[in-house]
């Protein structure tokens, strides 16, 4: 069967690989979508520390069921899933609290492990979310769940105005995660493409960081107050810095991003705003949940998120398109169909 695999750095083709055989537990599907991010960017240009090379990517699945176990309960084949991509040990101290997104031992597809850039793949069922949902929306399940978490860490409601540093397709998550939960949300950015798809996502406030002052906006949305939540989704010291000198007295501040440079900061703030700083990892099946019926309930714009699709045979070439030129893609699909 035909399927991506990155050989080194800035170097993919499409190879066949034989099929494996699933293993006692696991559904077998036919692959339909795989979405890129930017750990598949990270991947192709050799920046991330957890891949080795040959690397098979893909964690953004949106498949259709062939063969199911004997016996198993709500899935059949023919039915439509995406899935949840991390390994959790059983066995760490995050493991054992429930916080299986947190696992210290955690493989996530595509990363430490080979993906399902591939024709057929097969996966526990544990691992499954069904949805009648179109193909494009359930690929965009898991991206989005990533930053419901993070609306989910920061505890936001509809009483809370939420900040959100970074519209990509973490940032857009918790956008579209706050906006479901009724907040008020301040989309955050210097793309002004990427802010007119956060608007259509529920952002009622853009801010455009490079022409325009983010300290005094945000004191005139939130009356002088700061915003209740912070969510960082960038991975820069001064947005690091800036979500803790936004924020609100007794507000809360979660980081989805790495800052790739160390982070100095006045801590003081810490304790004057008696602050809740909160780090924000991977997704829990109940952001699985959250995001589907966000989807069902029409709450998301599909089309304007997704800025290119094309044939697998097509992805080398975009790969490297990508990796020459970030700003000019958003999210981008790969189809199998």
């Known amino acids: ?22 293993n006692p537990g696991e559904a077998t599907m036919r692959i339909r979508r795989i979405g890129l991010c930017g750990t598949d960017l ?9 891949v080795s090379y040959p690397r098979v990517p893909g964690h953004e699945i949106a498949a259709t069921l062939e063969e199911v176990p004997d016996n198993s309960i709500g899935f059949e084949s023919g039915m439509d899933v995406t ?10 101290a995050a493991c054992r609290q429930g916080r299986f997104n947190a696992c210290r031992f955690n493989q996530t597809l595509g990363v430490q492990r080979d993906g399902a850039m591939r024709e057929r793949f097969s996966m526990p069922l544990e691992k499954l979310y069904r949805a009648n949902l179109p193909i494009e929306e359930l690929c965009l399940v898991e991206p989005l769940t990533v930053g419901c978490h993070a609306v989910s860490r920061g505890q936001v409601t509809e009483r809370d105005t939420v900040a959100i540093f970074g519209c990509g397709g973490v940032g857009l998550g918790a956008v579209s995660a706050a906006a479901f939960r009724g907040a008020n949300v301040i989309a955050i950015d210097i793309d002004d493409k990427k802010l007119g798809v956060a608007r259509q ?13 983010v300290h005094a906006l945000l004191q005139q949305v939130t ?20 979500a803790v000198e936004e924020v609100a007295f007794t507000g809360r501040v979660v980081y989805i991003g790495y800052a790739k440079e160390h982070v100095s900061y006045e801590t003081r703030l810490f304790v004057q705003k008696e602050l809740d700083i909160r780090g924000s990892r991977n997704a829990l099946p109940q952001d699985f949940h959250e995001v589907i019926r966000m989807f069902e309930s029409k709450r998301f714009p599909t089309s304007s998120a997704v800025s290119a699709t094309v044939p697998l045979e097509e992805a ?3 790969l490297k398109a990508w990796s020459e030129n970030p700003a000019a893609f958003t999210k981008i699909m790969i189809s199998f169909d």
């Open 42 to 50: 990270s991947t192709f240009l050799g920046k991330n520390p957890l």
């Open 1 to 22: 069967m035909r399927a991506l695999v990155i050989d080194q750095p800035g170097e993919a083709r499409v190879v066949d690989i034989e099929p494996a055989a699933p």
């Open 201 to 213: 996502a529920g952002a009622r406030h853009l801010i455009n960081s490079t022409r325009e002052d």
């Open 83 to 92: 899935m949840s991509p991390y390994t959790n040990c059983g066995k760490c």
């Open 223 to 242: 009356e002088d107050h700061g915003p209740s939540v912070v969510i960082e989704a960038i991975g820069r010291p001064e947005t690091f810095r800036a």
């Open 316 to 318: 080398p070439a975009l």
